[in-house]
Each structure stands twice: as C-alpha cells, then as structure tokens.
C-alpha cells in the first residue's frame, strides 16, 4: 500500500473535539453536529476524537448490525489510512453496534440511536425541524443509554424497557412497570435531545408511567390510535447484556510477524505481563479472554506489519470463533491507552523519574480536565486557534432568568455566575458570511425547578428570534465545557450560591474561599468552595477573602502558568493587595480563617506528571434485577449515585463508596466483587491492596482528591441521622474492609483497624454479616444457624481458633 498522500484527508481538522463520518461508496462523507450519536443500522462510520489540538487522538470504526461486508472492508482500510495521516500515533477501535466501548459511548452522554435502514438508500440522519416522523424507539441502559428503532407495534414492547414514541410534534414516553428510576431520568433525557437537536425544542414530551395507565388517559387513547388496540399480555423484560467487562481473568499476550512472508500470531505469555516482554521490532496482540484484543504496534516493526496490525486482530477473532461483537484497540508504542497499561504489573514511561523523584509539570491526576470537549464546539472551531483562542471578541449577550423572565446583564459582571440563578449565554460568530449562534442555558446548583423550566422555555424564544439558527447547549454548574470557558478569557467565577439580581443583598459570610484552576486565559476558572482547610487541594491555587485581608495560597504542586492565571483571577475577585502564602508555610491568621487545621488532598502521589495507571471508576448495582459493575468514564462527583455502590481503584488502593440509599445486597456484594477483582487483576494485583469503605458525606482527602472541585458539602449528611455515632452495621463494615483477608482466611487487623474493632462481639458482628455462607463453614468449622444454637462458651472457642481474639 502506498504511502497516503498529504491531502487524502482533506476535511479532517487537526482540532480538539469530534467528528463522525459514515462509509458510502469507499468515501467518507461527514456528518453534521446535530447527527452526531444517531447511527444507521446498514452502515458503517468512523469517529475521531481528538483530546487536544495536535496531541492525543482516537479513532473508532463502528459496525452497523446490517452493514455489508464490502463497507465493513472499507472502514477498515479507511481507518488504517487516516490513522497513518495523522502520524500513526491515534489509537484505533472497533466498536460493534450493541457492544460498544464505555469510551466510545462517553462521546454521546444522552445515548446513541440505532437506525433503521442506511444513507446509501436515501435516508438522513437527521432533518431539523422536521415533523413528518413516526417511529418506536426502545431504550435501554442506566448510564450508557441506547435507543433501537423497531417495528411502531404493541408486539415491540416489554415490560422492563422504556420506549419513545415519536410523533413529530409529540413524543410520548411509554415506562415499563420494570424499569428503575435512572432508566426513567436517562430516557427524558433522550427525549429532550431529539427534542432539541432534531425538532428546535418545538416537541411536547409526555410521560406514560406503564404500571399506571389509567392516569393517562388521553395519551393512552393516542398512543391507541397509532399503535391500535393491545391484545394479549405484554413480554416479560428482556435481560440487559449480562457480559461484566470490568473484570477479565483470562489474558494472553502474542506475537505478530512477518518474517515467513506471510503474518503469523504467536503466543508469548500469559498474564501476569511485564512491559520487557514488548520489543520495538515488533506488534504484538493481547487477548482478553475474547472479550477485548488489544494490539501493540512497536515504532521500529515493518511497515507491513503495522499496517496489518487491525485486520490481524480481526482474523484471529475469527480464528478462535470469538463472538463478532468484540472489541479491538490498536494503538502506537508510546501511545498506550490507560486499559492497556493496566494489563501489566508495571509500567515505565519514556523520561519517567525512579525511586522517590517526581516531576511536578502538566498532567497531575487530580488535575486531570474532567469535562470533555463538547461536541457544539465544532460550529465555532472556524473561528478558533489550534489552541482554543478566539480571533473575535466574543460577541453576544448575557441574560439571567428573574421572574420568569429575561434580565439583562451589565457587561461589568460578565463571567460572574451564582449558584442561585439560571443564565442565558448567546455567543455569534461569523463564518462563510454568515453569522452563526451558540446558547449556553446555564443552570445553577441551587437554582428552583421554576428557574430551570423558565430557563429553557426563553431558550426557546431567542432561538425563535434568531430563525431557529442558534444551537443550543444545557450547562450544569461544574461541567462548563472548554469553549464556554474560552469564552470569559480567564474570568469565569463560578459563586457557590447567592443571586446576582440587582437589590439582593449577597450572602452573610464574612469568609470565602476560591479554587482557581487553569492555565491560560483559555482554560481558567474559579470555583467557590467551603471556606474550610478540607477544601484546599495541594495541586491548586486558592484565594481566600477575609475582612481583614486576602490571602492567595500556592500549592505545592501547582504550575508557574496556574500561579500566575491564580493571580490575574484573584485581581479579578479582589482588588485590594493580596498577601501570597506558599504551602506549609502559612501564618496563623490563615488558619484562623478557615475555621483551624484540617486534612485535605495533599497526597505527593497526586503531584507526579502522569501516573503509573490512571484511576478507574466503577458502579456496582443491581437495579437491574442482577448485580453488575460498569466502569464510569471521565468520571466527576456528580457520576457517584446514591442509590449505588461504586468501586475507585487507584492501583495503590481500592476505595468503595456506598451511596445511602443502596441495599444492603448491594453493599454485601460489592465487598466480594471488590475482593474477586483484585484476585482476578490481569496484572497479578497486590491482595494486600488497601480496600478503603466510603460512606456518602463522610469522604476523606484521600478520595475526594481524585475528583475536581469536590463539595464536600454536596449531600449534607447528618452524623445524628441514625444516632450518635457509627451503628454496629457500620462499624462492622469497616472492620471487614480494614481487616479481612479472603485469600488468608483470617483476620489481619492493622493498627488502625485495631481502633476500630474495639471489641470482639463488634468484630465478630463484621464478620458475621459480610462472610458468605461458605466463607463462614470455612472459617468456623460449622454453618451460621448451628453456630447460633451453640452455648456462649463454645462458640468464644471456635472465634479463638478462628483468630477472632
């Protein structure tokens, strides 16, 4: 194959976001921003995702279930050669439609559409302000959402799913008597999108709650006459795809060459892998069971070889009879993704400091930008530097939602937010000759559901007044996307609460404490957080305002460009002279206004360039009527449901946090999940690992330092909440995670866990209510029921012989 001349790719841009293409006729024709995350089911796509502008990149091809062989063949020659013109240095991916990638699907946050039929027979993916549709979408998934089209007929639904019959003008959402509360919110979520992206917000949604048709009767008598009269009883609920790809206990690693002329894969090792084992002459292939291939391309191996690595790990799919659906990622050496990385024991980066030296620049892990590249941010990339820097002065207007109504807001407070209000953000730019919008409805964390409501409906009217050509984006408080922050040129101030309106009189503090993150005007916002010593991050500039004075505090580990944009946003939030504290050597007065000393996130590990293996969050849960874990992607504060226990393993410890309101099966069976996934840790994981229990509303510095800008605040747990103190059960919980060795088959309490496991009867309590019934047999010698039918006296023996005194 020849070398792929320079302008092959011409409508590929080299900047930061996403950009989809689907395959028609061995060309690849783009497809608009308002499309994006609606796939057709006949037709194959390919999908760049680039991290930054010039830097990191991915690239999927995704599979339609209906695509031909011949388009299947040209996504995959398509992707190996826009892959070489980007450097070879993007990571390549092979989604199937149906078994996608968690990354893949972090793309589209309100889910993916699967399509019936393909562009090639005259379909479009999408038609703004088109209301000549009819359609039945059944939708499944609790954080990764996927609607499929099928036939608009009562025979098409079930009682576990949730389906969206959309009308055009109407779209009614029909809720299986099965279905849980998070499928509920993720599928209006959907609803509002097509709403907003494909009908300019002009839809009515309605909601029809399955278990209670009676209390619907118009939309009933609606949906009657589209779908006519049911008969029969409807299907029971369809399982939810039961594979676990947290965890894969069976992995292999292979060679690929060429040297007989012909390629040919060869197996090399078995898990636990060493990095040594990988040579830059050479790619090789490692196999997760047939769940996932991973291919490794060395910068050194024959041009054949590399450019054969994708159709390689599709023929030995085929070799092993693995299922079609599996995953592939082929990546560059020194281009490893972080799932490849944590395949081995360890892992050295080129440059990469030993022993206790650590290199303190870009890439921190509790720094790392949590918030995506928004996919709107590709109408204004025209009018964009290669790093974000806008060439016009931001033109537009700012509104705040007062009494349901539009007040204008003085240019003098632009880019200053309250957590108690609700904004409008109208951002014009120019490009081809004509002028072009983008609306940011920003809400506030403390705003009302009125505030909110009136918030969309004036979104709405100004879209109305533009010709319906603004593009319209929802922004929470704490998840503003990159251009949004470009926008304020590093004046962005985020108000914890409080109003802007004219004649209120601010919050009665007389202290207040900011984190300023960023480092450029491009990047850079301030976030007001509890004036407390918990909330201060040694990775952060903060600035703390006091009557007296104003303090701006460095840590240890921030950056020259963070203190200096931490200086011009303290200008902007002070005007009076600022006494600059570096950490550890903070006067007493300092203190004194935080309220004293405390821990906060200060861990030296959170300060190193890049860490060994990035941390990885999953949530455990059985709402769906089985217990399952899923890993959460680009993962903030807000992803930690309290209905659900989550799993965050930062390689050196493994912290389960149990929201309040998940079931104790739940919490059981997450002990036991989090045990196996260490066991079964493809990299031979450590089983002395620290298992650290969370409780909601008491996170310590060493967890909550993983998460940008953490309210520690955010819940308001009340310690008296179950009376004074820890119960026995929570006690109990914490004596298990601290103590119990399930591979030893004793206790093994540390210092630590000593304090708590005060007692033996609190000790045992632990042991008793977490152990499985096997666990148990095994421990004592005898089953639970027969244990509490023998005397006092006995059964203090058996915990003696246990280990248990």
Known sequence: MADPAPN??????????????????MEMVPVPPQGYGNFFEGDCYLVLYQRSAGGAADIHYWIGGSSSQDEQGAAAILVTQLDESLGGSPVQHRQVQGAESPSFRSYFKNGLIYKKGGVASGFQHVETNCYSVLRLLRVKGRKNVTATEVDVSWNSFNKGDIFLLDMGKNIIQWNGPQSNRREK??????????????????????????????????????????LGQRTGQMKDAVPDDSRNKAQHQSVKLYHVTDNSGKL??????????????????????????????????????????????????????????????????????????????????????????????????????????QVKFNVMELHARPELAAQQRMVDDASGDIWRIENVELAEVKPSSYGQFYGGDCYLVLYSYRMSSRQHYILYMWQGRHATRDEVTACAFQAVN??????????????????????????????????EGGTGRPGVAPPSTD????????????????????????????NDVFLLKTPATSYLWYGKGCSGDERLMGRAMSDVLSKEDKQVVMEDQEPAEFWVALGGKAPYARDKRLQKEVPLHAPRLFECSNQTGRFQMEEVNDFTQTDLDEEDVMLLDTWEEVFLWIGSSANQHETQEAVNSALDYLRTHPAGRDLDTPLISVKQGYEPPTFTGWFNAWDPHKWSVSRGAKGEGAGQEDVGFLCWMLCYDMEKMHLRCSPDSRVVCKSLSVLFVCCQMYLSDVDFENLLGTNRADFLRLPAWRQSDLKKKAGLV
């Not at 202290?511 to 918990?534: C, D, I, M, W, Y």
Request: include cysteine; glycine fraction near 8%.
């Open 8 to 25: 092959l790719f011409p409508n590929v841009s080299r900047k930061p976001g996403l950009q989809i293409w689907t395959i028609n006729n």
């Open 462 to 495: 100004v879209d109305n007044s533009l010709q319906g050509a603004a593009v319209q984006v929802r922004v929470v408080m704490g998840k503003e996307p990159r251009h949004f922050l470009a926008i304020f040129k590093g004046k962005l101030i985020l108000f």
């Open 264 to 369: 040919v894969v060869q197996e090399v090792a078995s898990q636990p892998l060493t990095q040594d084992l990988l040579h830059s002459t050479d790619c090789y292939l490692v196999d997760q069971g047939g769940s996932s291939l991973l291919v490794w391309k060395g910068r050194q191996a024959s041009p054949v070889e590399r450019r054969s690595a994708l159709s390689s790990a599709v023929g030995f799919i085929k070799a092993k009879s693995y299922p079609a659906t599996t995953n592939v990622e082929v990546m560059s050496e020194g281009a490893e993704s972080a799932i490849f990385k944590h395949l081995f024991q360890s892992w050295r980066e080129t440059n990469q400091t030993m022993g206790l030296g650590s290199t303190y620049s870009k890439g921190r892990i509790a720094k790392v930008e």
């Open 185 to 226: 919110l993720k599928a209006v979520l959907l609803a509002q999108d097509i709403r907003d992206r494909e009908r300019g917000g002009r839809a009515q949604i309605n909601v029809v709650e399955g278990s209670d048709e009676e209390d619907s009767p118009e939309l009933m008598k609606t949906m009657m006459a589209v």
């Open 511 to 538: 202290t207040r404490l900011f984190q300023v993150r960023g480092t450029s005007e491009l990047n850079t916002k301030a976030t007001e957080v509890p004036a407390r010593a918990s909330s201060l991050n040694t």
